[in-house]
């Protein structure tokens, strides 16, 4: 996808288009991102040095990673390529590399910029390899993906990864003003009606100046409040990849919110979801799975009240069902928290793997045959109903493991009253055991 300022100028005269017209000359020029272009930031440094490596930039659309690729070329006197994974093949690689070849022995080296690079398959990826080692091209890539996920491990570890972030509202409102200064006017909109324009662009310098082209052709007497200008303008759709990086870090904060017991944090990032399309039955089985993990038998009732919101969306569906999951989810941000269970499970788990194939102790096991019997299968074995409070105190670890002590409830919620429970147990053991 191209970027903000991305496009080389048009050779006629007709109209070029706003983002274009506004297009930054030089670094200093470009809004935002100050934390690769700021005066400590990693790019300043680099070029400081006269040491630019290969480098991905990682972010939203319309944040400048082209306009920031094509401004380093110029910067460092370097032939600026641009190729965009999705159009691009192997014939295609193979005559940007050749070309790139002739043009270093002819003295004059080539930042390749690869736009949605993450789009390359793995032997594509591996490609740019060798013409990055023997200094052929130096590859700038941009990606919406994590890399982490999405690019091979040897392209990674010869590129530093900068990460761009959307803009914010005051660099929006800078763009905004720089717009106003090439098209020689004001934007006809009063100052609730302006902040709104702002939100709209949603962090995309390019969606913002598309927007005030479109402002800026409307003939007016007046400037428009924020309900003409909501009757004249749709708001951008948010980013939101239901399986890519938005979909990881927006579920992630709903857990989080709901493990913070912020009830309000939560029903913002689950309707952010329900906004982006997320399927309520993935935002039910996920809410069903905090109640285990961070809440388990503090509140016992908290995994059933999932569920049962669960089946009331799946009978009611959309809208009137999802209601139901936003009641779970408040209940849960207001639950008593424990995440004792899940952290008993995953200390078992490891003891299992620790202990291999022990067997349980004889004493324990069912003799249902003779032999059995005679191998001690079940020998001494007390039977705890028989004992005067109903509890033996023996031994169910395999023989010679030292027992660990995997449940710690907390003192909240329904826990406090297992709590009282494991310590009474606990001195009945060490009283038969003495």
Not at 22 to 41: C, F, H, K, M, Y
Not at 249 to 270: C, E, M, Q, T
Not at 373 to 397: P, V
Request: hydrophobic share 40%; charged share 25%.
């Amino acid at each position: 996808m191209a970027d903000l300022f991305a496009s080389e100028p048009p050779a006629d005269t007709g109209h070029r288009p706003l983002a274009d017209r506004l297009r930054p000359t030089r670094l200093s020029e470009v809004i935002g991102q100050r934390q690769v272009l700021g005066p400590d930031a990693p790019l300043t440094v680099m070029l400081a040095a006269g040491a630019l490596g290969s480098l991905v930039f990682w972010g939203p659309p319309g944040v400048g990673k082209t306009t920031i690729a094509r401004l380093l070329a110029h910067e460092t006197d370097l032939h600026f390529v641009q190729i965009s994974a999705i159009f691009t093949g192997v014939p295609d690689l193979k005559k940007v590399f050749e070309a790139a070849r002739i043009r270093r022995q002819n003295g004059q080296g080539t930042l390749l910029f690869v736009d949605e690079i993450h789009r390359f398959n793995k032997a594509q990826q591996d490609g740019f390899l060798p013409h990055m080692e023997d200094g052929t091209i130096l590859l700038v890539g941009a990606t919406t993906e994590n890399p982490s996920f999405e690019l091979n491990a040897a392209v990674l570890s010869r590129a530093q990864v900068l990460v761009l972030e959307r803009l914010d509202l005051k660099d929006l409102e800078l763009l905004a003003q720089r717009a106003e200064q090439e098209l020689g006017r004001p934007l006809p909109l009063t100052g609730a009606a302006r902040e709104a324009l702002l939100e709209m662009a949603d962090g995309d310098g390019r969606a913002l100046l598309n927007l005030i082209e479109q402002v800026m052709a409307w003939r007016v007497e007046a400037p428009l409040d924020q309900a003409a200008l909501s009757g004249r303008l749709m708001r951008r759709a948010a980013q939101y990849d239901k399986s890519g990086d938005a979909h990881y870090n927006l579920i992630s904060a709903l857990h989080k919110s709901v493990r913070g017991s912020d009830p309000d944090a939560a029903l913002y990032w689950f309707a952010r979801m329900l906004e982006g399309g997320e399927d309520p039955r993935y935002l039910a089985r996920r809410i069903t799975r905090m109640a285990v993990e961070d809440i388990g038998l503090a509140d016992p009732q908290a995994q059933a009240y999932c569920v049962q919101a669960w089946e009331t969306y799946e009978r009611l569906g959309s809208p009137e069902g999802e209601l139901a999951i936003a009641q779970a989810l408040v209940y849960l941000a207001l639950a008593p928290k424990s995440n004792a269970v899940y952290n008993a499970y995953k200390g078992a788990r490891r003891a299992a793997k620790q202990t291999g194939s022990e067997p349980p102790p004889k004493h324990i096991l069912n003799a249902p045959t003779s032999l059995m019997k005679d191998q001690g299968y079940g020998k001494g074995y007390a039977y705890d109903h028989d004992a005067e409070d109903g509890f033996s105190g023996q031994n169910y670890f395999p023989d010679g493991m030292a027992r660990p002590d995997l449940y710690q409830p907390v003192e909240r919620g329904f826990e406090r009253d297992l709590k009282k429970r494991v310590e009474y147990f606990a001195k009945l053991r060490a009283k038969r055991e003495t």
